[in-house]
């Protein structure tokens, strides 16, 4: 070749969505055997990109260049073909299928039928040492195998460019270094790759070249070797706080007291196996763990919509469990849900609406069983203002805002009612980096009002931030409940399930908690 | 933070994720049974009738004859209790301790509880068994290519109420075809066409324009339903001779027609069940070795992550709804050129949604849909059975009996049936 092209170039890709303009021509070259991160906020335009890569959308304007040769994908069969494999952030694997069947699906000739299928996905786990069963189904195994399959799936079609886009949402610490072992090897072998992160950790770990995008443009490159704080404010435009601040913590009477609480499934699989745990007014208790492993039916059972729980659930002298979801509420337990969109909020009623949506029942927006609107428009103009909503008015429709102003809706709702618990589950999930400081900053404000919180996140970063006790969960168990400052390393370990030396054990129920 | 070799990392097992189970005691099966043993004890012993049922095994042209077997009627239905009675204390005992029994517990119950109820019934008069088979595959058949559309279509991600209309107009068509025409052969493709055409209109709403299949489905049933009605009174009413299609011959085949007791159910019949026998095996088949079955099931339960292996989903869905309906149209043709001879008014009567919940309680899987369509068929054929030799029922009850069965078979199965996980939804693109 006479002139060396990088293995993927994008030229000035556009995509439209309606008045939306999520990619703004941007350029990305990527060369064989580098690791490319791409790296932006959530919204700002990097999972449309790739989208438009793989074929999935068709951008409006912009060309797609493989070893310099312009291509055309009128579906992700093409872009397939071309060489460019995806693991995506849903894996798009089906959950009743075989390791080997998914392996096969769209490719049947090419691979030989199901016995050349299950050869493959043995030589490949072979190469990377991965110990995949061919046979496996896929809804029976762990996340972190599961995209291992992904990636064996691009591997089997010989991808050159290898598009990894969020890939260690759903890991522990220690999956994920395994996933970047994995993405060394693979660079090493000449595999160009796209890694796309909000994560700016991973990002200084393994990163080659670093390309910053901001709501849909390409803001500049980076240095793999700047700190954390200059990658994010290149990230976000302005200078950003990476530590949440918060004085130590002033203990009040306020108590929660959850004692070997126990939830069923519908086939009478404990999803939450006898934990104990306290909470007082005035610290935050963060449950850590790698998604799934019983923090949802941990908060769901306390706010009374578990129906298989037994234990005991004790907010101040008063016995929670088995009182219904509007006894909870009025006993002044705040939820914010995990998903803000199908839990948290009806999307087609107003926001105004929305905030009213627990207290539908008597003062101080119902009388004689008509909406006071007056009241109701009055409270809503209010939180619109404190809580920094930013939308066009009260009467905006829910569904129509951003993620982060979304859940500044939820928070206003529950924190706009004398609470004597709080329970946030993911509460920045999905949220840019300014949301996400106000988010923390109105747990934090919470705490130091003396009511006793619990924050679930999956996010280690935001738990190590937020808490002053973390509780680490796997499989339905407490692992142990240890300070904020424990290392990353051992709360790694904990989400895997094991408890180092040092680490005490979680107290037994019905033992005196502690 | 510094990635480390992969060799060094503990080896991720393709393990399986188990919880801690609990013990979990369900109560919903012995308790049936109990139900189910109280009926028999009161039919058999309270109710009991004096006399003996005779179970007539044999038929002409058997190639040796099964002697008639002669129950008396208070006698057998004591035993049977008694069974019954040991079978729900066997429940019991699997419930209070957790544990598992096979499936030949409600297989052996239910063919006891028959048993028990065809004597108490049958007494002083004689059962043609034989009979009752035969008209247990007759009535069958249009349930069991109804269900393998059914099975089809679902599988491919589109709900399929319609069953019913492609069945009616499969009917319809299939008589005036082979009647204007004069070949039946002619007719049975023409029933499968218009199955075919019925198919794709659910698959054009459904698919194209994200309509609610359900509705979509229900519009459809509807809609045949009055077009052959008013084609029946305004047409077909004035001459009868597009209304009068010759009828497929039933072809024996030789040896194995003259097996005693199913012999003649089995293998003396039109080219319409020949067929059905290729069908369910072929699409059991094909559903889940084959590259067809492979992709089919795909886009059924995970369309987007087929379309990212290049398959064209909604494509793919179309093709596959219409060829659920072809597989459907066939039992349509089976009303009016094998078992009746001519098209009435709405002459399915809601076969089509017994087909859906043979789908449904067969847990979308041709072999125990098949299976199902079975069960449903026997119930119908013991309604016309008794009803023949006079039972002591009231026959408005016996009526009921199929959709009774249907009723409970669905409601005690459906909790455990996982349907695929993206039938009746669209697959919108960007």
């Known amino acids: 070749m006479a002139v060396e092209h990088p293995t993927l170039e994008l030229r000035g890709i556009t995509k439209r969505f309606g008045a939306l303009v999520a990619n703004d021509h941007i350029d990305l070259e990527v060369r064989a055997g580098e690791i490319h991160c791409l790296l932006g906020e959530n919204g700002a335009g990097k999972s449309t990109l790739m989208n438009v890569l793989y074929g999935l959308y068709h951008a409006e304007e912009g060309e797609i260049l493989l070893d310099g040769a312009p291509q055309r994908f009128a579906g992700p069969g093409d872009a397939m073909h071309a060489g460019i494999g995806m693991v995506h952030q849903h894996f798009m694997l089906i959950p009743v299928f075989t390791v080997a069947e998914n392996v096969l699906l769209g490719h049947e000739r090419a691979l030989g039928g199901l016995a050349g299928a299950k050869q493959k996905v043995r030589e490949i786990s072979q190469r990377f040492g991965f110990h995949i069963d061919p046979d496996a189904r896929i809804e029976d195994l762990p996340v972190g195998v599961q995209q291992r399959v992904e990636i064996i799936k691009a591997l089997s079609q010989d991808a050159k460019v290898l598009v990894f886009d969020e890939p260690t949402a759903v890991l522990t610490p220690q999956e994920t270094d395994e996933l970047m072992a994995i993405m060394q090897q693979l660079r090493d072998e000449g595999t160009a790759i796209v890694f796309i992160t909000h994560k700016l950790r991973e990002v200084r770990a393994i990163a080659d070249r670093i390309t910053v995008i901001r709501l849909g443009k390409v803001v500049g490159e980076a240095s793999p070797q700047s700190s954390s704080t200059e990658l994010a404010s290149m990230m976000v435009g302005r200078p950003v706080e990476l530590t949440v601040h918060k004085r130590p913590p002033v203990l009040t009477d306020n108590r929660l007291e959850v004692t070997g609480l126990t939830v069923l499934d519908a086939i009478g699989q404990k999803v939450v196996n006898d934990v104990s745990f306290t909470v007082q007014g005035g610290e935050v208790l963060c449950v850590a763990g790698v998604q799934g492993n019983g923090q949802t039916e941990l908060t769901e059972a306390i706010l009374g919509l578990q129906p298989r729980a037994t234990g005991s659930i004790d907010l101040n002298g008063n016995e929670l469990l088995g009182d219904s979801v509007r006894e909870v509420l009025d006993a002044g337990v705040g939820f914010v849900p995990e998903d803000r969109k199908v839990d948290g909020l009806v999307g087609d009623f107003t926001i105004a609406e929305n905030l009213m949506l627990d207290r539908y029942r008597g003062a101080p927006f119902v009388s004689a069983g008509t909406i006071d609107r007056g009241a109701r428009d009055e409270f809503a103009t209010e939180k619109l203002g404190a809580f920094d909503i930013r939308a066009q008015g009260i009467d905006t429709h829910v569904g129509t805002l951003s993620g982060g102003n979304q859940q500044k809706v939820v928070l206003a709702r529950e924190l706009g009612r004398p609470l004597s618990l709080f329970v946030a589950s993911q509460p920045t999930r999905g949220l840019d980096v300014g949301s996400i400081e106000f988010v923390h900053s109105q747990i934090i404000a919470t705490r130091d009002a003396g009511i006793p919180v619990i924050v679930v996140s999956t996010e280690l970063d935001e738990v190590v931030g937020l808490a002053d006790r973390i509780a680490v969960m796997y499989r339905g168990g407490v692992v142990g409940i240890v300070p904020a400052d424990t290392s990353r390393d051992i709360l790694g370990l904990m989400m895997a399930g094991e408890r180092p030396a040092g680490i005490p054990a979680p107290t037994p129920s019905k033992g005196a908690a502690a | ?430």
Do not use: C
């Open chain 2, 1 to 430: 933070m510094t990635a480390q070799q992969p060799t060094t990392q503990a080896p991720a097992q393709a393990e399986t994720v188990e919880l801690e189970r609990a013990v979990v005691k369900h109560w919903k099966a012995p308790i049936s049974y109990a139900v189910l043993t109280l009926v028999a004890l009161l039919l058999t012993v309270v109710l009991g009738r004096d006399g003996s049922a005779t179970l007539r095994l044999a038929s002409s042209g058997d190639l040796f004859q099964l002697p008639d077997a002669v129950l008396p009627a208070r006698a057998t239905g004591i035993v049977i209790v008694i069974l019954l009675a040991a079978l729900t204390a066997l429940s019991f005992w699997a419930a209070a301790t957790a544990r598992r029994l096979g499936v030949w517990l409600p297989i052996v119950f239910g063919v006891l509880f028959v048993v028990a109820f065809l004597t108490w019934a049958g007494a002083g008069s004689m059962i043609p068994i034989a009979g009752l088979l035969f008209a247990t595959v007759g009535l069958s058949v249009p349930l069991i290519l109804g269900a393998m559309g059914g099975v089809l279509s679902e599988r491919a991600g589109v709900v399929n109420i319609a069953i019913e209309a492609q069945l009616l107009g499969g009917a319809f068509t299939g008589a005036v075809v082979a009647s204007a025409t004069g070949s039946t052969l002619v007719g049975v493709v023409a029933a499968m066409l218009a199955s075919v055409l019925v198919s794709m209109v659910l698959a054009v709403f459904a698919i194209r324009y994200f309509v609610e299949q359900v509705i979509v489905g229900v519009v459809l049933n509807v809609l045949v339903a009055g077009l052959t009605n008013f084609f029946y009174s305004s047409v077909l009413t004035d001459n009868p001779a597009l209304n009068s299609p010759v009828r497929l011959p039933k072809i024996p085949i030789p040896l194995l027609e003259s097996i005693p007791l199913i012999g003649p159910a089995l293998f003396k019949q039109t080219i319409i069940v020949y067929a059905m026998y290729v069908i369910v095996p072929l699409i059991a088949w094909g559903l889940f070795k084959t590259t067809w079955g492979l992709r089919l099931r795909a886009i059924g339960e995970h369309p987007m992550a087929a379309d990212t292996v290049g398959i064209k989903v909604n494509r793919l869905r179309f093709w596959n709804v219409a060829l659920a309906g072809a597989v459907a149209g066939l039992g349509g043709a089976y009303f009016t050129l094998d078992s009746n001879g001519s098209f009435t008014r709405e002459m399915t009567a809601g076969l089509g949604y017994i087909a859906l919940a043979a789908v449904i309680f067969g847990q979308w899987h041709p072999i125990k849909a098949t299976l199902a369509a079975l069960l449903f068929g026997f119930a119908s054929a013991l309604q016309q059975t008794l009803g023949a030799i006079g039972s002591p029922v009231p026959s408005e009850f016996m009526l009921m009996l199929p959709y009774v069965i249907t009723l409970l078979a669905v409601a005690g199965f459906i909790g455990r049936s996982r349907p695929p996980a993206a039938s009746g939804k669209p697959y919108v693109k960007q």
